[in-house]
């Protein structure tokens, strides 16, 4: 797997920097010309813009990143739905980053602002697919510009206990993956996939911290804070909100992140459980308030080959599992699983991959009698079903700051049950500047 979706970017980004006079101009570049974010502490992630001469690279040895990226995703439904059509959706992030100890002498410090703006059409409502998950994941929330991210992070102790707090994403720190793939199920922080009413996962952000203990090289624990806000979702820009609260999402994570085969294959493995303070409405019972919402989840992501001599570490094959499952008092679909595989290094090319993975999005029975009961009286009522579906892509890294991935999805839908099976052609492009 290479290229990762804002979604899934955990925003650690590390920077290096002498004085507050390269913080201004890191500004004006953010506003005036494009930029590129680093994605580690040691190396500067390509951009177009850097073979003229941009200064990019000055400002990032000095301590601060930019970035300004943007993300299309084309789908075009060759069977399902009322119709054939195609149809785009972007995102345009930019971001900035700031070493506070390069900075200002602050060891372990780092700031962290993004915004954001979605655009284009959403093919599986335009052309009524019935689907559960979107089949271009960078759609949703809104054509708008979001503050995105607007954090701060502080290492204490050795760099073993991480405190970090302000306008945060869900996904991006708490059962956080890669947007590799097309379709939503394999994409972001997945319980936000199927709980969306309540876990915001990119590009809306809420207040929140995060506190996170190294117990070994390889193994952490995680306590997170979030806000519940229905008002987040409000389509518009703003700094945050102050008011409309709900209630209080606590996530638990642990996690262990080993090393086999002397060091060569890195594995992440997660195990989760989250419960939200907010009352909400039974999916069955009339007139009945449930007092919380919680779920748990299961990520696993392992690189089983290693291919000897090669100039990109990640080469060989690798899985992942994911397994979220929700409550069955207030959500109208209940359990995510999917799994898949890829490989990198294709094709005698050390960058590119290809991908494949399964998917299941389990509809609440509880909330398929509350649907079917509304169908004997108004016969317009959607009935859902579990949804089952396949992806498969491959990732052309065409230059080092261009990234095109056609992909191939089969889907039976799960939003209607009278949808008949859906076969849309994607393709998902990354432009760095």
């Known amino acids: 797997m290479t290229i990762e979706d804002p979604e899934a970017c955990e925003g650690e980004v590390a920077m290096r920097g002498r004085s507050w006079v390269g913080w ?31 200064p990019r690279g000055l400002l990032f040895e000095m301590g601060i990143s930019t970035q300004l990226r943007y993300v299309t995703e084309l789908a075009y439904n060759a069977r399902g739905g009322k119709g054939h059509a195609l149809r785009q959706a972007g995102q345009l992030d930019a971001q900035l980053g700031l070493d506070m100890e390069k900075l200002a002498g602050l060891h372990g410090g780092t700031f962290q602002f993004t915004f954001t703006y979605r655009n284009g059409n959403n093919l599986g409502a335009d052309m009524d697919l019935g689907t559960l998950q979107l089949v271009q994941e960078v ?17 204490f102790w050795g760099d073993r206990v991480h405190l970090k707090l302000g306008r945060v994403t869900i996904g991006e720190d708490t059962a956080d993956f890669p947007c590799d793939f097309q379709n939503l199920s394999f994409c972001g922080a997945q319980p936000g996939n199927i709980v969306g009413n309540y876990w915001f996962n990119w590009p809306v952000s809420q ?23 229905p008002r987040n979702l409000d389509e518009a820009f703003y700094l945050g ?88 008092n207030t959500s109208a679909q209940d359990s995510q699983y999917t799994l898949g595989l890829g490989y990198t290094g294709i094709f005698g090319r050390a960058d ?33 079903r579990p949804e089952y579906l396949g992806e498969l892509y491959y990732s052309l890294h065409a230059t080092p700051w261009l990234v095109l991935r056609p992909n191939f999805q089969f889907i039976r839908p799960g939003a209607d049950e009278t949808s008949r099976n859906v076969i849309v052609l994607g393709l998902k492009g990354a432009l760095s500047l």
Request: proline share 4%.
């Open 352 to 384: 590119d991959d290809v991908g494949f993975a399964l998917g299941r999005t389990h509809s609440n029975g509880r909330y398929v009698e509350a649907q079917r009961l509304k169908q004997q009286q108004d016969p317009t009522v959607l009935v859902p």
């Open 139 to 155: 759609y949703g929330r809104g054509n708008v510009g979001r503050l995105t991210q607007l954090w701060y992070e502080q290492l």
């Open 24 to 54: 201004l101009a890191a500004w004006v570049l953010l506003c005036a010309g494009p930029g590129f974010a680093a994605d580690s502490e040691t190396k500067m992630t390509p951009g177009l813009t850097d073979s003229l001469g941009g």
């Open 207 to 229: 207040w929140g911290t995060r506190l996170r203990v190294d117990v070994a090289k390889v193994a952490y624990v995680q306590l997170s804070a979030y806000e519940i806000n």
């Open 241 to 328: 909100r102050f008011h409309g609260a709900t209630g209080v999402m606590l996530p638990l994570e642990l996690a262990w992140t080993p090393k086999f085969s002397a060091g060569r294959l890195e594995g992440t493995y997660k195990l989760g459980a989250w419960y939200d303070t907010s009352n909400a409405p039974d999916v069955l019972l009339d007139d009945v308030e449930r007092d919380g919402r919680y779920g748990v989840y299961f990520v696993a992501r392992q690189q089983l080959t290693h291919v000897a001599g090669a100039e990109n570490k990640a080469q060989g094959l690798n899985v992942f599992l994911r397994l979220t499952n929700t409550d069955q």
